[in-house]
T-cell receptor
Framework: QKEVEQNSGPLSVPEGAIASLNCTYS??????FFWYRQYSGKSPELIMS????GDKEDGRFTAQLNKASQYVSLLIRDSQPSDSATYLC???????????FGTGTRLKVLA | DAGVTQSPTHLIKTRGQQVTLRCSPK?????VSWYQQALGQGPQFIFQ???????QRGNFPDRFSGHQFPNYSSELNVNALLLGDSALYLC???????????FGQGTRLTVV
């Protein structure tokens, strides 16, 4: 089992729809969770961080964390073609002091 | 406020050579982490520097080494380059490994 798993996609959604991106992690001791967006050929750009169970909203983005299910998700409302990118989930675990990225989910927003 | 800067942006080296990549962290950050990202993969953690010392290391061989200077800038050195070392090398700065990391634009290394 991979430490951080994401569906590689591509996930295709029409413009204006909600895109839902999922990430699961294996270490129950993980405590910090991050979503990054990476355009092709560019470096990752931080979108959101979340540290406690529940939802965290920032503009069109909502991160959701469920530690009991070891699951973190990112919702993108009113998706735009400019949101088309690879979305990386990253998890930090203090016990092992590891910061691990998933392989990313490629999102395509269709105009 | 300058973000994280890396140099060079692109580099072509021959197998067996050595390479040095450089990174200046975002203002106010004292922790620098290095990642290797192969095509189609997520970034893989190489190591992290804090207070001029290597604090954590991922599963990379000793051919990969680094340094952090008193101004918090950092270098990544790779010796005896292999074809498999071809990748995008990313530097990220933060206040701590547990917090949000901000990435530089990366150095694309090609080993031929």
């Amino acid at each position: 089992q991979k430490e951080v798993e994401q569906n590689s996609g591509p996930l295709s959604v029409p413009e204006g729809a909600i895109a839902s991106l999922n990430c699961t992690y294996s270490d129950r001791g993980s405590q910090s969770f991050f979503w990054y967006r990476q355009y092709s050929g560019k470096s990752p750009e931080l979108i959101m961080s979340i540290y406690s169970n529940g939802d965290k909203e920032d503009g069109r983005f909502t991160a959701q964390l469920n530690k009991a299910s070891q699951y973190v998700s990112l919702l993108i409302r009113d998706s735009q073609p400019s949101d088309s990118a690879t979305y990386l989930c990253a998890v930090f675990t203090s016990g092992t002091y590891k910061y691990i990225f998933g392989t990313g989910t490629r999102l395509k927003v269709l105009a | 406020d300058a973000g994280v800067t890396q140099s060079p942006t692109h580099l072509i080296k021959t197998r067996g050579q050595q390479v040095t990549l450089r990174c200046s962290p975002k203002s106010g950050h004292d922790t620098v982490s290095w990642y290797q990202q192969a095509l189609g993969q997520g970034p893989q953690f190489i190591f992290q520097y804090y207070e001029e010392e290597e604090r954590q290391r991922g599963n990379f061989p000793d051919r990969f080494s680094g340094h952090q200077f008193p101004n918090y800038s950092s270098e990544l050195n790779v010796n005896a380059l292999l074809l498999g070392d071809s990748a995008l090398y990313l530097c990220a700065s933060s206040w701590d490994l547990a917090t949000e990391a901000f990435f530089g634009q990366g150095t694309r290394l090609t080993v031929v």
